[in-house]
């Protein structure tokens, strides 16, 4: 393959699939975290055990492949991925290699990039090891085989990511996606990436970077891994073919192995499941539970709300988000709702390091609060202290307003009393302001909102102002 940019990426994800029980036994996905409890026999890999594939995460994966746009298989065959390491205590990993579920498709970066899909195929994870210092320092590790089996899809990218940043953006999206079709638990689901990395000072000489949790670290590891190899081409030294850990600790990556290849793996065919077909009639079934996913909401939000695009794409990215919206402009200005839920809300989630669904919030709350707004009941000051207040616990905001007298003023002659009152006491400001000093003129007005508690209209005070100082 010709590259052209000076940075060639492609990922390797890790999905853990919302199931109650694991890919190939009964076992509970979660439950007890006491270490090497929520084990049997097949996810063991003990001898006569006969694995039995989970149907809800064959149906869950099979919809990422149907929103991606991917061609899939016409019928599931599974292969033993023959490697010898402590997270696999059966010396292999049921996956798919020869036929992978599904082959193309593409997920779309807002610069109208596609970043296309090699495959997407179905694994059962490893178990979980734990190291009591980092990975590259540590004596011994410890083993916890309750992740064992859990189920897993692989969404494999071409290598046509060119930045960290790229990559970050990519897998937000395909947050988005998988949050949309539920098949992902936000609050402990587990996603994990693999990176390819080259540049082409070293001729695209490919390094892999493994395991790498969370997109906050998956961007850190690609940061590293490229300046990496830059200062190596720039001493003149050969960047090795290898397979990389990342040190989240430490911040860095260390050499685990030179890279080895599929073939290495010595894939079979899995003896102990029967292949499974992928007919038209239950892809009808499982496209009709397909929702509207979040590119399609935002151009309808665009074209049917006519609000700000960049307000459309951000409401989209999150389902809860974009429902709580479209609950909302059932009664509310929809400009208004997209720049309060878009710019506020978002604010207020973010300040306090929260999302949506760490909160319990009513949309019945939400439109009082805009309604208030709206109507010029209360100042946008206020809207903002209230929905600071609502993140934290939910309440009336019409009961509250009229319990603590919140009511905006918009009496011309009260706010004209009110700054004649205010320039009286603040000869300095005045003398300022009439010399020139714009700022005065807004000291002057805030210190009205001050004396009114924020309730005063501002627009109304602004005009009263400049007449007594004119």
């Given at each position: 393959?010709?590259?052209?940019?000076?940075?060639?990426?492609?990922?390797?994800?890790?999905?853990?699939?919302?199931?109650?029980?694991?890919?190939?036994?009964?076992?509970?996905?979660s439950?007890?975290?006491?270490?090497n409890?929520?084990?049997?026999?097949?996810?063991?890999?003990?001898?006569?055990?006969?694995?039995?594939?989970?149907?809800?995460?064959?149906?869950?994966?099979?919809?990422?492949?149907?929103?991606?746009?991917?061609?899939?298989?016409?019928?599931?065959?599974?292969?033993?991925?023959?490697?010898?390491?402590?997270?696999?205590?059966?010396?292999?990993?049921?996956?798919?290699?020869?036929?992978?579920?599904?082959?193309?498709?593409?997920?779309?970066?807002?610069?109208?990039?596609?970043?296309?899909?090699?495959?997407?195929?179905?694994?059962?994870?490893?178990?979980?090891?734990?190291?009591?210092?980092?990975?590259?320092?540590?004596?011994?590790?410890?083993?916890?085989?309750?992740?064992?089996?859990?189920?897993?899809?692989?969404?494999?990218?071409?290598?046509?990511?060119?930045?960290?940043d790229?990559?970050?953006?990519f897998?937000?999206?395909?947050?988005?996606?998988?949050?949309?079709?539920?098949?992902?638990?936000?609050?402990?689901?587990?996603?994990?990436?693999?990176?390819?990395?080259?540049?082409?000072?070293?001729?695209y000489?490919?390094?892999?970077?493994?395991?790498?949790?969370?997109?906050?670290?998956?961007?850190?590891?690609?940061?590293?891994?490229?300046?990496?190899?830059?200062e190596?081409?720039?001493?003149?030294?050969?960047?090795?073919?290898?397979?990389?850990?990342?040190?989240?600790?430490?911040r860095?990556?260390?050499?685990?192995r030179?890279?080895?290849?599929?073939?290495?793996?010595?894939?079979?065919?899995?003896?102990?499941?029967?292949?499974?077909?992928?007919?038209?009639?239950?892809?009808?079934?499982?496209k009709?539970?397909?929702?509207?996913?979040?590119?399609?909401?935002?151009?309808?939000?665009?074209?049917?709300?006519?609000?700000?695009?960049?307000?459309?794409?951000?409401?989209?990215?999150?389902?809860?988000?974009?429902?709580?919206?479209?609950?909302?402009?059932?009664?509310?200005?929809?400009?208004?709702?997209?720049?309060?839920?878009?710019?506020?809300?978002?604010?207020?989630?973010n300040?306090?390091?929260?999302?949506?669904?760490d909160?319990?919030?009513?949309?019945?709350?939400?439109?009082?609060?805009?309604?208030?707004?709206?109507?010029?009941?209360?100042?946008?000051?206020?809207?903002?202290?209230?929905?600071?207040?609502?993140?934290?616990?939910?309440?009336?905001?019409?009961?509250?307003?009229?319990?603590?007298?919140l009511?905006?003023?918009?009496?011309?002659?009260?706010?004209?009393?009110?700054?004649?009152?205010?320039?009286?006491?603040?000869?300095?400001?005045?003398?300022?302001?009439?010399?020139?000093?714009?700022?005065?003129?807004?000291?002057?007005?805030?210190?009205?909102?001050?004396?009114?508690?924020?309730?005063?209209?501002?627009?109304?005070?602004?005009?009263?102002?400049?007449?007594?100082?004119?």
């Amino acid at each position: 393959m010709k590259f052209k940019s000076d940075v060639v990426i492609g990922l390797e994800i890790h999905v853990e699939l919302d199931t109650n029980t694991k890919l190939f036994c009964g076992c509970r996905t979660s439950g007890n975290d006491k270490p090497n409890t929520r084990v049997c026999p097949i996810c063991l890999g003990h001898p006569g055990a006969r694995p039995v594939l989970n149907k809800k995460a064959l149906d869950y994966a099979i919809k990422l492949c149907l929103a991606t746009d991917s061609t899939l298989t016409p019928e599931v065959i599974f292969s033993r991925k023959s490697y010898f390491y402590p997270d696999m205590s059966k010396n292999f990993q049921i996956s798919q290699y020869e036929e992978p579920l599904s082959v193309g498709g593409a997920i779309e970066l807002e610069s109208g990039k596609k970043i296309n899909l090699t495959r997407i195929h179905i694994e059962e994870d490893p178990a979980s090891i734990t190291y009591p210092k980092s990975a590259k320092n540590s004596d011994y590790s410890l083993i916890d085989y309750n992740r064992s089996g859990n189920p897993l899809v692989e969404i494999v990218t071409e290598p046509e990511l060119t930045t960290p940043d790229e990559a970050r953006e990519f897998l937000n999206k395909l947050i988005s996606v998988l949050n949309y079709l539920k098949i992902f638990d936000m609050k402990s689901g587990i996603i994990k990436a693999d990176a390819n990395i080259s540049i082409k000072g070293s001729g695209y000489r490919r390094v892999e970077v493994k395991n790498i949790t969370g997109f906050k670290e998956i961007e850190r590891a690609l940061e590293y891994e490229l300046e990496r190899q830059k200062e190596l081409v720039k001493e003149g030294t050969e960047i090795v073919i290898e397979t990389r850990g990342w040190d989240a600790k430490d911040r860095e990556t260390y050499s685990l192995r030179k890279k080895e290849t599929e073939e290495g793996y010595g894939y079979i065919i899995e003896p102990d499941l029967v292949k499974i077909d992928v007919n038209e009639e239950l892809i009808g079934i499982l496209k009709k539970e397909i929702p509207e996913l979040a590119h399609k909401k935002a151009k309808r939000f665009i074209k049917e709300y006519k609000i700000d695009k960049v307000d459309a794409k951000v409401m989209a990215m999150e389902l809860e988000l974009g429902e709580l919206f479209e609950k909302v402009v059932k009664e509310i200005d929809p400009i208004l709702a997209g720049r309060w839920l878009r710019r506020e809300l978002l604010r207020v989630l973010n300040y306090n390091k929260k999302t949506l669904q760490d909160i319990k919030i009513d949309e019945s709350h939400i439109i009082e609060l805009l309604s208030l707004i709206e109507t010029k009941t209360i100042t946008e000051a206020t809207g903002k202290k209230l929905i600071e207040m609502l993140i934290d616990k939910p309440f009336s905001p019409k009961d509250y307003v009229e319990k603590n007298e919140l009511a905006q003023i918009t009496s011309e002659i009260e706010l004209e009393d009110i700054c004649k009152k205010i320039v009286s006491q603040n000869e300095k400001a005045v003398e300022d302001y009439k010399g020139g000093e714009e700022k005065s003129f807004n000291f002057l007005v805030g210190m009205v909102m001050r004396e009114t508690k924020g309730k005063a209209n501002p627009v109304i005070v602004k005009d009263a102002m400049k007449r007594i100082l004119s």
